[in-house]
């Protein structure tokens, strides 16, 4: 069976009937039900009613969560070997931990329902922000932040592919930073309609609290490496990757350095485990010769037992 890398999107990604492909997975389901069970929530509904608290980070995270797992499973359950890495974008990088049984998926859940907690309380919903920016080499957005500083904070968090950069800190200064980048050549400048301002140093005292919180959780080494967002490398050593999660929620998301790192190992297939397509879409930007493939559907998933 082809070698393979395994990707899990994090927030941004859900919808309202993101798992509609799988509605006949009684696997899909049953992960469903579990999630809804060991956090009382009901996310079944929430990804197939129409609602407003989907978008709400305290339900997103888990719920993303819920989902790369339920996609997760119903691949090994098409006998799916493990993948050469794994990764994840921001919160996914969880969904990859369990994949790869650093913990389980009810710790996972627990995990990411504290993580969101500290994360909407660390910084009140009007005074964050996030925006995209469009057409800038990483330097580029890197210098016109320092610059920026002085007035307060706005820093490069998330390198997404080459020529897509996002920004994130304190509203006011995130907003009138639009025109700034602009004038410096950017193609777009796109506040994004999130309310906290993710991997920023607004985070930082969050991070404490959720590095003690990680004390608390059973760690095992992974069953196959997953390339964290912090260092952009694999760690083996339980303590390293809760470094690794201590320091992502106040530091950049270096998703570019991170498929590079994985591409060096002349592994080309890159399977998005998980509702969307942005991680796909991001691949084929940052390794023009990889082939990625959306695993959202049964169908999806043949379509990669093809290739094999």
């Given at each position: 069976m082809t070698d393979?890398?395994?990707?899990?999107?994090?927030?941004?990604s859900q919808s309202i009937g993101m798992m509609q492909n799988f509605a006949t997975s009684r696997l899909v389901k049953k992960t469903f039900d579990e999630a809804s069970d060991i956090l009382n929530t009901?996310?079944?509904?929430?990804?197939?009613?129409?609602?407003?608290?989907?978008?709400?980070?305290i339900n997103t995270q888990p719920l993303m969560l819920a989902a790369g797992i339920a996609t997760w499973r119903v691949l090994k359950e098409n006998n799916i070997n493990d993948p050469s890495f794994a990764a994840g974008h921001s919160l996914g990088e969880f969904s990859a931990l369990v994949a790869a049984k650093v913990f389980t998926f009810e710790s996972g859940l627990h995990i990411v329902k504290k993580r969101a907690e500290l994360m909407q309380n660390a910084v009140p919903s009007d005074k964050g922000a996030m925006a995209a920016i469009l057409g800038l080499k990483d330097s580029e957005v890197i210098n016109i932040c320092n610059n920026l500083k002085e007035k307060g904070v706005i820093e490069a968090v998330n390198f997404n592919s080459p020529g897509?950069?996002?920004?994130?800190?304190?509203?006011?200064?995130?907003?009138?930073?639009?025109?700034?980048?602009?004038?410096?050549?950017?193609?777009?400048?796109i506040v994004l309609p999130v309310s906290v301002?993710?991997?920023?140093?607004?985070?930082?005292?969050?991070?404490?609290?959720?590095?003690?919180?990680?004390?608390?959780?059973?760690?095992?080494?992974?069953?196959?490496?997953?390339?964290?967002?912090?260092?952009?490398?694999a760690y083996e050593n339980e303590?390293?990757?809760k470094e690794g999660l201590f320091h992502q929620l106040f530091n950049p998301v270096r998703w570019t350095q991170s498929i590079e790192f994985m591409s060096e190992k002349k592994l080309n297939t890159f399977l998005e485990i998980g509702p969307g397509k942005v991680l796909t879409s991001l691949g084929k930007r940052i390794n023009r010769d990889s082939k990625n493939i959306s695993i959202d559907s049964i169908d999806s998933i043949t379509e990669f037992k093809g290739i094999s």
């Amino acid at each position: 069976m082809t070698d393979f890398i395994a990707l899990f999107p994090g927030q941004g990604s859900q919808s309202i009937g993101m798992m509609q492909n799988f509605a006949t997975s009684r696997l899909v389901k049953k992960t469903f039900d579990e999630a809804s069970d060991i956090l009382n929530t009901n996310f079944w509904d929430m990804v197939n009613v129409e609602n407003t608290d989907i978008n709400q980070t305290i339900n997103t995270q888990p719920l993303m969560l819920a989902a790369g797992i339920a996609t997760w499973r119903v691949l090994k359950e098409n006998n799916i070997n493990d993948p050469s890495f794994a990764a994840g974008h921001s919160l996914g990088e969880f969904s990859a931990l369990v994949a790869a049984k650093v913990f389980t998926f009810e710790s996972g859940l627990h995990i990411v329902k504290k993580r969101a907690e500290l994360m909407q309380n660390a910084v009140p919903s009007d005074k964050g922000a996030m925006a995209a920016i469009l057409g800038l080499k990483d330097s580029e957005v890197i210098n016109i932040c320092n610059n920026l500083k002085e007035k307060g904070v706005i820093e490069a968090v998330n390198f997404n592919s080459p020529g897509q950069v996002v920004v994130a800190g304190e509203k006011k200064l995130v907003d009138s930073s639009l025109e700034t980048f602009k004038a410096a050549g950017a193609k777009r400048a796109i506040v994004l309609p999130v309310s906290v301002p993710s991997h920023c140093s607004l985070m930082k005292e969050a991070a404490i609290e959720f590095k003690e919180f990680l004390t608390s959780v059973n760690f095992a080494k992974p069953i196959f490496p997953v390339v964290q967002n912090f260092e952009a490398i694999a760690y083996e050593n339980e303590e390293r990757i809760k470094e690794g999660l201590f320091h992502q929620l106040f530091n950049p998301v270096r998703w570019t350095q991170s498929i590079e790192f994985m591409s060096e190992k002349k592994l080309n297939t890159f399977l998005e485990i998980g509702p969307g397509k942005v991680l796909t879409s991001l691949g084929k930007r940052i390794n023009r010769d990889s082939k990625n493939i959306s695993i959202d559907s049964i169908d999806s998933i043949t379509e990669f037992k093809g290739i094999s």
